[in-house]
């Protein structure tokens, strides 16, 4: 139905007065696919999508979509549709006229751009609502109309800010669905901006970690699960623990950490040099809860807390310079030998599950 | 804890049987407060006025009677509906006038400001004039207007006049500036809060599907705004349809107004005409309100 367009980021950067929300990022976005920023509250990512719609100026760099460079394009003219966060239809006008709203813009007339809406809303299986208004609708439906209007402009990217957040938990699931299928098959561009790490892993082909105006890291999800690149990515994803400490030992590429309380560690890394500092994280659910073998992947922590999730338990751990170094057990690991919390607990894992993590050059 | 949730218990169970009122009861005993304020301020009166519309009079008093004489008078009259043409005409260029200053005044206050003290303190200026009383403001035009006032004055002295302008003061272009004057502010308020009250995003939206600036005006901003416009619009209608006081001074007797027909009634102990008038008065102005909220749903704004 439609072509898709690779959107360029080329060093963009975004200033406020004196505060700079986005420090220069360069991306690539390859065409048909479903790229989600994901960054805590504040670090840039609606800012940059806002860049990408043209609802936001760009202070300096530039963004291409397709063969186009867009910088100072306005919205309508990049080829891009924006949905927003509060869906933003118009209270005032039919499920129709919403969906009409831009064809009417361009001088459509009215039976032509109705005939049009009439179709996407049943590309988005609302056309039975289509003469009521918004404030008629839940969520969910508000979310398919809002689709159904961003997707009448036969747009090569679809921009979407916090979609999912509007909705209560089970409909964000299906939703969650029903985005992805409509990507596939509609094959355009998709930009997602989330806070849910969840929700990326689950939809993206391409998940932007931003933290503080930089992309911590740009990977498919399981890069970004497996080989967090930084300690940002590896403590926002939540699936490794992070200890910081400084090198003191390099054997080959086996290098030797000492964290500020005392303990040393190893890690498989290159390039490294004595008395830099370090991080590395280790994989939760990869800890188990016996004795090291060798005293660099392991050490002896008190447990503050127990959390159990069904499948899963997982366990706090008080040691090494980190107050909540996490263990995820299965659930029959655990009852074979369950902890409360105080007790004493000797943490292991081996030298395969402990990867180094890098650091941005400011 | 126990005992205090026990105590608790208790005393919610025995209260209610204890004090023996029904529900009924307790809701009128609340609603009687408002009901006092009503009856005694609001509908007594009126029933007066409509009561003594019905009278008898002379010029030494009033005789307790059921003539409709006193309507057939008023409407069988030229000169009420002359008066009542001429009320409806302030009005409607009122009206018209308020309404296109009081939606750009609130427009820009909403829309071209940025920061949320300067559209305070802005807001706060517009409301200075209503500082001082009605009359005030009305009589300061004089020295600006009057035939040796301070417009005719200077355009003689820049020479672009040669004798002073006569229509100024005394007319009927100034009883529309002092009615527009005096208020343009109803209009402003409550467009002002409306526009205040429309999502920024949807502004965006519209922009995202390619409407230029006069297109969201014309298709987001005007069909939201238009609860404000009514309310507005109901204020200077009801303010303007019962002036006399600025066709009074403003026209310099030049001109009439159904409230000033029925104020002369009054000066000459004609109460009962008076009242006969002012009963049409309200069910006209009441059948102008209903039609502007024919036109426009408000309640969501209430």
Redesign the interface.
């Known amino acids: 139905m439609s072509k898709a367009a690779e959107i360029d980021i080329a060093s963009v950067s975004k200033i406020y007065g004196t505060t700079t929300a986005v420090h220069a990022i360069s991306l690539k976005i390859p065409a048909g696919s479903y790229c989600c920023f994901l960054g805590p509250s504040g670090c840039g990512k609606t800012s940059t999508l806002r860049m990408i719609?043209g609802?936001e100026s760009i202070s300096s760099g530039d963004i291409r979509l397709g063969n186009t460079v867009v910088t100072d394009f306005?919205?309508?003219?990049r080829g891009t549709?924006?949905m927003?966060?509060?869906y933003?239809?118009?209270?005032?006008l039919d499920l129709l006229d919403n969906v009409a709203?831009?064809l009417?813009?361009?001088g459509v007339d009215k039976d032509e751009r109705r005939a049009k809406a009439l179709e996407m809303l049943k590309l988005m299986q609302m056309e039975a609502y289509a003469t009521r208004r918004p404030a008629q609708l839940s969520g969910g439906q508000q979310q398919r109309v809002a689709l159904a209007?961003?997707l009448i402009?036969d747009p090569e990217a679809l921009l979407l800010d916090e979609p999912l957040s509007a909705l209560d938990p089970f409909l964000k699931i299906r939703m969650r669905a029903e985005l992805k299928k409509l990507q596939k098959t509609l094959g355009i561009t998709f930009v997602h901006v989330t806070h849910s790490q969840e929700e990326a892993m689950a939809l993206a082909d391409l998940i932007v970690i931003m933290n503080n105006g930089r992309i911590e890291q740009a990977a498919k999800p399981r890069t970004v699960f497996e080989r967090p690149a930084t300690a940002f990515v590896a403590r926002f994803m939540g699936d490794h623990n992070v200890l910081s400490g400084r090198v003191t030992k390099i054997e080959d590429d086996i290098v030797t950490l000492e964290v500020p309380e005392g303990q040393s560690f190893t890690v498989r890394d290159i390039g490294q040099e004595v008395g830099k500092p370090i991080d590395i994280g280790i994989r939760t659910d990869r800890v188990r809860l016996e004795p090291a073998l060798e005293k660099s992947l392991g050490f002896q922590g008190v447990v503050s807390n127990v959390e159990y999730r069904g499948a899963s338990v997982k366990i706090t751990v008080i040691g090494a310079g980190s107050d909540d170094f996490t263990v995820i057990l299965s659930d029959a690991d655990y009852f074979r030998k369950p902890f409360s919390v105080g007790d004493a607990a000797s943490l292991s894992w081996a030298l395969e599950d402990v990867i180094p993590l890098g650091r941005l050059s400011a | 804890m126990t005992a205090i949730a026990t105590s608790g218990e208790f005393k919610a169970g025995k209260t209610p049987r204890s004090l023996a009122a029904p529900h009924w009861l307790i809701a009128y005993l609340q609603a009687t407060p408002l009901i006092l304020i009503l009856g005694f301020f609001f509908i007594l009166p009126i029933l007066t006025i409509f009561v003594v519309s019905f009278w008898d009079y002379d010029f030494a008093g009033l005789y307790p009677d059921f003539l409709t004489m006193n309507y057939t008078d008023t409407l069988g009259s030229w000169v009420t509906w002359k008066t009542y043409l001429n009320t409806l005409k302030f009005t409607a260029i009122t009206w018209a006038l308020t309404l296109v200053i009081g939606f750009w005044v609130a427009y820009f206050l909403a829309f071209h400001i940025r920061t949320t003290t300067m559209q305070m303190v802005l807001f706060l200026v517009c409301t200075v004039p209503f500082l001082t009383s009605n009359i005030i403001r009305m009589i300061s035009w004089i020295p600006v207007l009057g035939r040796n006032g301070l417009v005719n004055s200077t355009l003689i002295e820049l020479g672009i006049i040669p004798e002073p302008i006569e229509w100024l003061l005394y007319s009927d272009f100034a009883v529309v500036l002092a009615m527009v004057h005096l208020n343009t502010l109803f209009m402003v308020t409550p467009i002002f809060n409306t526009l205040m009250r429309i999502?920024r995003?949807?502004i965006?939206?519209?922009?995202?599907?390619?409407?230029?600036g006069s297109?969201i005006l014309w298709?987001?901003i005007l069909?939201?705004a238009k609860p404000g416009m009514a309310i507005g619009s109901i204020f200077v209608v009801t303010l303007v349809m019962a002036d006399f006081s600025t066709v009074q001074v403003m026209s310099g007797g030049q001109s009439a107004s159904v409230a000033l027909m029925m104020k002369n009634q009054m000066s000459l102990l004609q109460y009962p005409a008076a009242a006969a008038n002012a009963v049409v008065l309200l069910i006209v102005v009441l059948l102008m309100v209903a039609a502007i909220l024919r036109v426009v749903d408000i309640r969501k704004e209430l």
């Open positions: 719609a609802h306005p919205p309508a003219k549709a924006m927003f966060q509060s933003a239809l118009f209270p005032h709203f831009s009417k813009m361009k209007r961003a402009t | 999502d995003s949807l965006e939206a519209a922009r995202d599907c390619g409407a230029t297109q298709n987001v069909p939201l």
